[in-house]
């Protein structure tokens, strides 16, 4: 849960990065800026800022905008009515990100995790994303990121996005950001 | 058909593009732009530059440039192997695209079309797109598109791309670029 001025000041904030990175937006979408609280209610540590450009049946395409430090918590994309889970991929535009995905894990790697619990963050092979690299997560992999001390701005191409049909390691994320 | 001194110097705008936009391209990619003439051999009228991100057999992502006034042949997207055709959104970056599509034939187009062959570009429902603008396109619809006078960047997010399965109008068109 967010207030609505933490929610508004989200959106504000998400637009000026936008507009740092020199992302042209239109009016209609600067009204439906995505905040991500993933219902943990701790927006600047667990959250994600999401501008979707399209997503139909087959393919989206989103801007994210992640604050300095912001974790999006670690999920999969399962199979979804028999069809494949989403494939994505993860394309630095500014800042850094620090992905982990399933794999061979990595030794002290750069990022914090958000919380001590061994439950909500299980994968630790590390992907480092300057701005122009990129990297494409197979359908259904485990994988959580975080912002470098920047924010960071990446872009996301994929195939249809479900957001209700992910599956969290944390057990008290909820997808949906109640606003009060 | 192209010189490779014409080539080099396509390549080279186009990187100029993308650093004016600010999009952040890594070494690997700069030497990977695609330069396609569409076998026309007047890049500068019928051309477009790419830099594909991503092509999966699912979706894709790039990011197309065009010179100022530069045209991309009319074309469809057709089934391939039993799956429906490619499905794009056009997203406009920088400057202005001119696009076509199949629909109500729009009095006075704003683009010149570049040649007077009535059998090369047969559709002009005009749809314009400035920076942040957008526009999705069914699959196996006939379209077109031109640049205003400063050229454009445009971002295509779809479905997987297999180039060599367009159909174009203009029967002299080749899908493969020759380097002389």
């Known amino acids: 849960m967010i207030t609505r001025k933490e929610f508004n000041y989200a959106v504000e904030r998400t637009l000026e990065y936008l507009d740092k990175v020199g992302i042209a937006v239109t009016e209609e979408e600067r009204k439906r800026v995505e905040i991500a609280d993933f219902g943990l209610s701790n927006l600047e540590k667990e959250g ?4 979707t450009y399209v997503n139909t049946d087959r393919c989206c395409a989103k801007e994210l905008v992640m604050f300095p430090g912001q974790t999006c918590p670690e999920h999969r994309h399962p199979m979804v009515n028999g069809r494949p889970g989403k494939e994505e991929t993860f394309r630095c535009r500014y800042g850094r990100v620090y992905l982990y995905v399933d794999g061979e894990p990595t030794e002290d790697i750069k990022a914090l995790r958000p919380n ?12 480092i994303l300057n701005p122009g690299e990129q990297y494409t997560l197979p359908p259904n992999t ?21 957001d209700e049909a992910d599956i969290f390691t944390d057990k008290n994320v909820l997808r949906e950001t109640i606003i009060d």
């Open 48 to 51: 994600l800022e999401i501008l």
């Open 116 to 127: 001590d619990s061994p439950d909500t963050y299980t994968v630790s092979h590390e992907v």
């Open 142 to 162: 485990l994988h959580w990121f975080q912002a470098g001390e920047e924010g960071a701005v990446v872009s996301e191409f994929s195939t249809s996005s479900v």
